[in-house]
């Protein structure tokens, strides 16, 4: 069954739903009602005056676990690790990711406990996969949520191309906008065929306006790239654009992962939701420190 423990958690939901809807019966004939100050009161509350509107299984997370900062517990998170279709349809985290060791698991990371998930992966590079505490710095959940790039690109596609390692290679070598960016990398963004896809980067990636341009990230010339993703929607609250290369580190780039990158779980639909009501509650343990309790 797809999505199945999905489905057991918001049945969970539907339960204490269904006691909040039956506590003014349970009022009127026991003389009682959720306590005052419970997380069941504030919801019978929200429920009373109209404020509860559910549709859809990302509305009831969103509803009833995140508005309310409920605290996710590792146990949850083990039992999506061990699940087929936990965040799309694909087989279980750990199938991949069972081990720290590199021969025995793709990038020597180990998803099957919460202390191989803090120690990421062991692979060179090694890197962690998220950072407890911290709010969008997790690379665990973009690999669930970001597509390969372009769009549609074969899963097998090789990694090391010559396009590509152009890509890593300049950005290691200081991203710097010279005469060699100009004439051997920047080019390769409005290729429809350099990178294994059908559409050039240009194509989705032309603007700082979403639409047209995804993210808001504009692939036409140094100074756009360089101002990184959503830099109008932020540029707004005066903050800058979130970075899409980190000079002299390819490996930390999200234009070079995206190039890389295969969204997980393998044979994902790149179309598949990508805030799937597990991967929020996957984000939200890392945000309230990924303890393993």
């Not at 005052?36 to 549709?55: A, V």
């Not at 949850?76 to 060791?101: E, K, Q, W």
């Not at 998220?130 to 997790?138: M, R, V, W």
């Not at 779980?265 to 009501?277: T, V």
Request: glycine share 8%.
């Amino acid at each position: 069954m797809k999505h199945l423990n999905l489905h057991a958690v918001l049945g969970v939901f539907c339960l204490l739903a269904a006691l909040a809807l039956t506590a003014p019966a349970q009022a009127q004939t026991a003389g009682s009602e959720p306590a005052s100050g419970s997380i069941t009161h504030k919801m019978y509350l929200d429920m009373k005056l109209g404020k509860l509107h559910i549709e859809g299984d990302n509305a009831v997370v969103d509803a009833l676990i995140l508005q309310r900062n409920i605290p996710i517990t590792y146990d949850y998170i083990a039992t999506l690790m061990r699940t087929p279709n936990a965040f799309g349809d694909g087989p279980a985290c750990i199938v991949c990711h069972s081990s720290n060791d590199p021969a025995k698991s793709y990038r020597g990371l180990d998803l099957s406990s919460c202390e191989g998930i803090l120690r990421g992966a062991t692979e060179p590079p090694a890197r962690p996969v998220i950072a407890p505490g911290a709010k969008g710095s997790n690379l665990l959940v973009h690999m669930i949520q970001d597509n390969r790039m372009p769009l549609g690109v074969p899963f097998f596609h090789p990694v090391d191309t010559k396009s590509i390692n152009a890509i890593r290679d300049w950005i290691n070598a200081g991203a710097k906008n010279d005469e060699k960016f100009t004439n051997s990398v920047l080019p390769l963004f409005a290729d429809e065929k350099a990178f294994g896809g059908d559409a050039a980067c240009t194509e989705c990636h032309q603007s700082f306006r979403d639409p047209p341009s995804f993210n808001e990230v504009n692939l036409t010339s140094f100074d756009a790239i360089m101002k990184g993703a959503f830099s109008k929607t932020r540029g707004k609250k005066g903050k800058p654009g979130i970075p899409i290369v980190v000079p002299f580190d390819a490996n930390s780039s999200r234009l070079y992962q995206r190039l890389t990158k295969n969204r997980m779980p393998p044979g994902i639909d790149p179309g598949a939701e990508i805030n799937h009501p597990n991967t929020l509650m996957l984000s939200r343990w890392v945000e309230q420190g990924a303890w393993c309790k």
